[in-house]
């Protein structure tokens, strides 16, 4: 029996971490594993069958290492991945354990966030292709106004060091323009992937000042806050020493690297091979 009981953060990648640093801030005293299936990345243009897989394997081995809760910080994993493995795979194998994701509590905040009632979604290829965010967006706002736009070159330029340069203004300004031009009441804007955020200030720079910007990790954290104060079944297992492990499936070195860009402190990772 496994004494420890984390929570657990999974991602494709990187961007988990910026989800992962904001649920750490505001919940800082339970344990934590982190891992990013590196090696199998990117997810997002992979069929929703393979996300699927990739992502019940992961979250398999999550429940291996004791962890009651597991979050799927990734938004291509939680619109492919998350609803079958909620109603198909939780009650047949694991009834007491939980796996959330990133697009639901985002989908119940972000009619809060506009006032024109017109947004738009900015994602990769594979989320936005899903339709998840209209379909649980209109759940909570049917009358919200849903622009969804996938910005393929943003997580490439982010992987490969190019955040900073020329060529990320030229591709941020591209797909805003893209955005802006399909609806111009937007009057806020989802950073839909958790890579995203990386590029926030250029991607504000390139916006009108009345355009508000949003990324999910504050959303997610304070959402975990609430689900935790609701399901004191799973909040009273969870260990709490502020342990915090990181594994990646791929190199540790080139993780440790980019990591420290998405959580903004010092990453060590363990290599996982699944």
């Given at each position: 029996m496994n004494s420890l009981h984390p929570i657990g953060i999974f991602d494709s990648g990187y961007g988990g971490l910026t989800v992962f640093k904001s649920i750490k801030a505001l919940l800082p005293q339970y344990d934590y594993i982190y891992l990013g299936d590196n090696a199998r990345a990117p997810y997002g243009n992979r069929s929703f069958e393979t996300v699927y897989q990739y992502t019940l394997e992961c979250v398999q081995w999550f429940f291996d290492k004791g962890c009651p809760l597991v979050?799927?910080?990734?938004n291509t994993a939680s619109a492919k991945a998350l609803r079958t493995i909620q109603q198909i795979d939780l009650p047949k194998l694991h009834t007491e354990k939980k796996v959330l994701g990133v697009i639901r509590p985002t989908s119940e905040i972000i009619g809060k966030l506009t006032h024109s009632n017109h947004i738009g979604i900015l994602g990769t290829k594979g989320t936005i292709n899903s339709g998840s965010y209209e379909i649980e967006i209109n759940k909570f706002y049917p009358g919200l106004v849903v622009n969804p736009l996938a910005c393929p070159m943003w997580v490439p330029i982010i992987e490969n060091g190019g955040y900073n340069s020329e060529g990320?203004?030229?591709?941020?300004q591209q797909y805003l323009d893209e955005l802006l031009s399909k609806d111009d009441k937007i009057d806020t804007i989802?950073?839909?992937c958790t890579h995203y955020p990386v590029l926030i200030n250029k991607i504000k720079k390139h916006l009108p000042d009345n355009i508000n910007v949003v990324a999910q990790g504050d959303i997610v954290a304070?959402?975990?806050f609430d689900y935790l104060q609701r399901h004191k079944e799973i909040e009273q297992i969870l260990t709490r020493s502020g342990n915090i492990s990181v594994?990646?499936?791929d190199d540790t070195t080139d993780f440790d690297n980019h990591?420290?860009?998405?959580?903004?402190?010092?990453?060590r990772s363990e290599r996982l091979h699944l």
């Open positions: 979050i799927l910080a990734c990320a203004d030229y591709f941020i989802l950073l839909a304070h959402s975990l594994f990646t499936t990591a420290t860009l998405f959580f903004e402190q010092e990453i």
